[in-house]
Protein backbone atom coordinates (compact mmCIF):
# COMPACT_ATOMS: atom_id res chain seq x y z
CA UNK A 1 0.00 0.00 0.00
CA UNK A 2 1.59 3.28 -0.88
CA UNK A 3 1.89 6.12 1.57
CA UNK A 4 2.85 9.67 0.91
CA UNK A 5 3.86 12.06 3.78
CA UNK A 6 4.64 15.39 3.62
CA UNK A 7 7.02 17.24 5.98
CA UNK A 8 8.57 20.35 7.01
CA UNK A 9 8.65 23.82 8.54
CA UNK A 10 5.23 25.18 9.03
CA UNK A 11 5.86 29.19 8.99
CA UNK A 12 8.23 30.58 6.44
CA UNK A 13 8.82 34.50 6.26
CA UNK A 14 8.52 36.29 3.30
CA UNK A 15 11.07 36.41 1.12
CA UNK A 16 12.92 33.15 2.18
CA UNK A 17 12.48 29.36 0.56
CA UNK A 18 10.10 26.71 1.27
CA UNK A 19 11.57 23.38 1.92
CA UNK A 20 9.73 20.41 1.69
CA UNK A 21 9.72 16.62 1.86
CA UNK A 22 7.55 13.81 0.95
CA UNK A 23 8.36 10.30 2.37
CA UNK A 24 7.17 7.40 -0.01
CA UNK A 25 6.08 4.16 1.78
CA UNK A 26 5.14 0.88 0.63
CA UNK A 27 6.23 1.97 -2.98
CA UNK A 28 10.08 2.30 -4.36
CA UNK A 29 9.95 5.93 -6.17
CA UNK A 30 12.47 4.46 -8.51
CA UNK A 31 9.50 3.25 -10.65
CA UNK A 32 7.64 3.84 -13.73
CA UNK A 33 5.62 6.62 -12.17
CA UNK A 34 6.22 10.37 -11.86
CA UNK A 35 6.15 12.06 -8.44
CA UNK A 36 4.56 15.69 -7.86
CA UNK A 37 3.70 17.91 -6.35
CA UNK A 38 0.25 20.10 -5.92
CA UNK A 39 -0.84 23.32 -3.41
CA UNK A 40 -4.34 24.80 -2.35
CA UNK A 41 -4.32 28.40 -1.02
CA UNK A 42 -7.20 28.20 2.08
CA UNK A 43 -10.12 28.45 0.94
CA UNK A 44 -9.30 27.70 -2.70
CA UNK A 45 -8.72 25.40 -5.76
CA UNK A 46 -5.86 22.93 -6.74
CA UNK A 47 -2.65 24.16 -8.41
CA UNK A 48 -0.16 22.07 -9.87
CA UNK A 49 3.48 22.75 -9.14
CA UNK A 50 5.24 20.88 -10.89
CA UNK A 51 6.22 16.38 -10.93
CA UNK A 52 9.34 14.62 -11.53
CA UNK A 53 11.11 10.96 -12.72
CA UNK A 54 13.69 9.19 -10.94
CA UNK A 55 15.55 9.40 -14.54
CA UNK A 56 15.58 13.53 -13.50
CA UNK A 57 12.94 14.24 -16.09
CA UNK A 58 10.79 17.43 -14.44
CA UNK A 59 8.01 19.20 -15.24
CA UNK A 60 6.82 22.75 -13.71
CA UNK A 61 4.05 24.85 -13.96
CA UNK A 62 5.13 27.77 -16.21
CA UNK A 63 3.82 30.46 -13.68
CA UNK A 64 6.57 29.05 -10.69
CA UNK A 65 9.09 27.90 -12.96
CA UNK A 66 11.53 30.82 -12.50
CA UNK A 67 10.89 30.27 -8.28
CA UNK A 68 10.90 26.00 -8.41
CA UNK A 69 13.31 23.21 -7.50
CA UNK A 70 11.82 19.66 -7.08
CA UNK A 71 14.36 16.54 -5.95
CA UNK A 72 14.09 13.15 -5.24
CA UNK A 73 16.86 11.18 -2.66
CA UNK A 74 16.44 7.99 -4.32
CA UNK A 75 18.40 6.58 -1.26
CA UNK A 76 15.55 7.51 1.54
CA UNK A 77 12.87 7.05 -0.90
CA UNK A 78 11.97 10.79 -0.77
CA UNK A 79 10.99 14.05 -2.77
CA UNK A 80 11.51 17.33 -2.14
CA UNK A 81 10.33 20.88 -2.88
CA UNK A 82 12.02 24.11 -2.75
CA UNK A 83 10.32 27.33 -3.72
CA UNK A 84 12.04 30.12 -3.29
CA UNK A 85 11.36 34.23 -2.81
CA UNK A 86 8.10 33.05 -0.99
CA UNK A 87 5.10 35.58 -0.39
CA UNK A 88 1.97 35.24 1.16
CA UNK A 89 0.41 34.26 -1.86
CA UNK A 90 2.20 31.76 -1.36
CA UNK A 91 0.57 29.89 1.73
CA UNK A 92 -1.39 26.98 1.05
CA UNK A 93 -1.73 23.39 2.20
CA UNK A 94 0.99 21.47 -0.17
CA UNK A 95 0.20 17.81 -1.46
CA UNK A 96 2.48 15.06 -2.96
CA UNK A 97 1.16 12.95 -5.11
CA UNK A 98 1.79 10.27 -7.69
CA UNK A 99 1.59 10.62 -11.57
CA UNK A 100 0.98 7.68 -13.99
CA UNK A 101 3.81 8.33 -16.91
CA UNK A 102 2.77 9.17 -20.47
CA UNK A 103 4.49 7.35 -23.22
CA UNK A 104 5.18 8.75 -26.60
CA UNK A 105 7.17 8.53 -29.53
CA UNK A 106 10.31 9.05 -28.40
CA UNK A 107 9.66 11.39 -24.67
CA UNK A 108 7.25 10.75 -21.82
CA UNK A 109 6.25 13.36 -19.79
CA UNK A 110 3.32 12.61 -16.51
CA UNK A 111 -0.03 12.05 -17.50
CA UNK A 112 -2.38 14.18 -15.52
CA UNK A 113 -3.58 12.58 -12.38
CA UNK A 114 -2.72 11.98 -9.37
CA UNK A 115 -2.94 8.83 -7.07
CA UNK A 116 -2.25 8.42 -4.46
CA UNK A 117 -1.93 11.66 -2.73
CA UNK A 118 -0.41 12.17 0.82
CA UNK A 119 -2.25 14.13 3.38
CA UNK A 120 -1.03 17.63 2.76
CA UNK A 121 1.01 20.24 5.22
CA UNK A 122 -0.16 23.69 5.60
CA UNK A 123 2.53 26.33 4.94
CA UNK A 124 2.00 29.82 6.30
CA UNK A 125 4.40 32.73 4.91
CA UNK A 126 4.32 35.63 7.26
CA UNK A 127 6.60 37.72 9.48
CA UNK B 1 -2.19 30.08 -16.71
CA UNK B 2 -6.00 29.60 -17.22
CA UNK B 3 -7.88 27.21 -15.58
CA UNK B 4 -10.37 25.02 -16.35
CA UNK B 5 -14.02 26.37 -16.07
CA UNK B 6 -16.24 24.73 -13.63
CA UNK B 7 -19.10 25.75 -12.08
CA UNK B 8 -18.73 27.05 -8.59
CA UNK B 9 -21.60 25.45 -6.88
CA UNK B 10 -24.32 22.76 -7.70
CA UNK B 11 -26.90 21.59 -5.88
CA UNK B 12 -29.35 18.15 -5.76
CA UNK B 13 -31.31 16.26 -3.64
CA UNK B 14 -30.72 12.88 -2.41
CA UNK B 15 -31.62 10.07 -5.08
CA UNK B 16 -31.36 12.55 -7.60
CA UNK B 17 -28.64 13.22 -10.38
CA UNK B 18 -26.45 15.95 -11.37
CA UNK B 19 -23.72 16.94 -13.86
CA UNK B 20 -20.83 19.18 -13.36
CA UNK B 21 -18.84 20.30 -16.29
CA UNK B 22 -15.52 21.58 -16.43
CA UNK B 23 -14.35 23.62 -20.11
CA UNK B 24 -11.31 24.31 -21.67
CA UNK B 25 -9.82 24.58 -24.78
CA UNK B 26 -8.30 22.66 -28.12
CA UNK B 27 -4.80 22.91 -25.95
CA UNK B 28 -6.08 20.69 -23.45
CA UNK B 29 -9.56 18.74 -22.71
CA UNK B 30 -10.54 19.28 -26.81
CA UNK B 31 -6.99 17.84 -28.15
CA UNK B 32 -6.34 15.26 -25.28
CA UNK B 33 -8.63 11.88 -23.89
CA UNK B 34 -6.85 12.73 -20.50
CA UNK B 35 -9.14 14.43 -18.12
CA UNK B 36 -9.31 13.15 -14.58
CA UNK B 37 -11.88 14.59 -11.21
CA UNK B 38 -11.26 14.54 -7.95
CA UNK B 39 -13.53 14.59 -4.77
CA UNK B 40 -12.36 16.46 -1.91
CA UNK B 41 -13.85 16.53 1.73
CA UNK B 42 -13.37 19.70 4.14
CA UNK B 43 -9.97 19.61 5.66
CA UNK B 44 -8.94 16.16 3.25
CA UNK B 45 -6.73 15.44 0.43
CA UNK B 46 -8.42 15.03 -3.10
CA UNK B 47 -9.55 11.39 -4.15
CA UNK B 48 -9.39 10.43 -7.80
CA UNK B 49 -12.56 9.66 -9.15
CA UNK B 50 -12.25 9.60 -12.79
CA UNK B 51 -9.13 9.25 -15.22
CA UNK B 52 -8.81 9.10 -18.96
CA UNK B 53 -12.42 10.81 -19.12
CA UNK B 54 -14.29 8.00 -18.01
CA UNK B 55 -12.22 5.23 -16.64
CA UNK B 56 -12.38 4.65 -12.85
CA UNK B 57 -9.87 3.25 -10.15
CA UNK B 58 -10.55 0.44 -8.11
CA UNK B 59 -13.02 1.13 -5.21
CA UNK B 60 -15.04 4.24 -6.81
CA UNK B 61 -18.99 3.91 -6.66
CA UNK B 62 -20.20 3.82 -10.35
CA UNK B 63 -22.71 6.51 -9.58
CA UNK B 64 -19.99 8.61 -10.59
CA UNK B 65 -18.92 8.61 -14.08
CA UNK B 66 -17.27 10.66 -17.04
CA UNK B 67 -17.45 12.01 -20.67
CA UNK B 68 -15.92 14.40 -23.02
CA UNK B 69 -17.70 16.45 -25.91
CA UNK B 70 -15.27 18.70 -27.82
CA UNK B 71 -13.77 21.00 -25.10
CA UNK B 72 -15.74 20.17 -22.19
CA UNK B 73 -15.66 17.13 -19.82
CA UNK B 74 -18.42 16.12 -18.01
CA UNK B 75 -18.78 14.78 -14.51
CA UNK B 76 -22.29 12.64 -13.59
CA UNK B 77 -23.15 11.60 -9.98
CA UNK B 78 -26.38 9.38 -10.05
CA UNK B 79 -28.32 8.66 -6.72
CA UNK B 80 -27.22 11.42 -4.96
CA UNK B 81 -26.11 10.37 -1.27
CA UNK B 82 -25.75 13.24 1.56
CA UNK B 83 -21.49 11.52 1.65
CA UNK B 84 -21.39 13.46 -1.94
CA UNK B 85 -21.68 16.83 -0.60
CA UNK B 86 -17.63 17.95 -1.16
CA UNK B 87 -15.60 19.95 -4.24
CA UNK B 88 -15.01 18.66 -7.31
CA UNK B 89 -12.46 19.20 -9.22
CA UNK B 90 -11.38 18.26 -13.12
CA UNK B 91 -8.00 18.42 -14.51
CA UNK B 92 -6.33 17.99 -18.02
CA UNK B 93 -3.50 16.88 -19.98
CA UNK B 94 -2.38 20.57 -21.65
CA UNK B 95 0.44 20.90 -24.41
CA UNK B 96 1.29 24.58 -23.10
CA UNK B 97 1.60 23.94 -19.73
CA UNK B 98 2.01 20.33 -18.90
CA UNK B 99 -1.28 20.03 -17.04
CA UNK B 100 -4.05 22.33 -15.58
CA UNK B 101 -6.94 21.57 -12.90
CA UNK B 102 -10.52 23.98 -12.68
CA UNK B 103 -11.12 25.98 -10.11
CA UNK B 104 -13.49 23.82 -8.65
CA UNK B 105 -17.65 23.12 -7.92
CA UNK B 106 -18.97 22.77 -4.28
CA UNK B 107 -21.77 20.28 -4.34
CA UNK B 108 -24.32 20.53 -1.84
CA UNK B 109 -26.75 18.02 -1.17
CA UNK B 110 -30.12 19.58 -0.29
Known amino acids: QVQLQESGPGLVRPSETLSLTCTVSGYSIISSYYWGWIRQPPGKGLEWIGSMYHSGSTFYNPSLQSRVTISMDTSKNQLSLKLNSVAAADTAVYYC????????????????????WGQGTLVTVSS | QSALTQPASVSGSPGQSITISCTGT?????????VSWYQQHPGKAPKLLIY???DRPSGVSDRFSGSKSGNTASLSISGLQAEDEADYYC??????????FGGGTKLTVL
Open chain 2, 26 to 34: STDVGNYNY
Open chain 2, 91 to 100: NSYSSSTTLV
Open chain 2, 52 to 54: DVS
Open chain 1, 97 to 116: ARAPMLLGSGWYSPKNWFDP
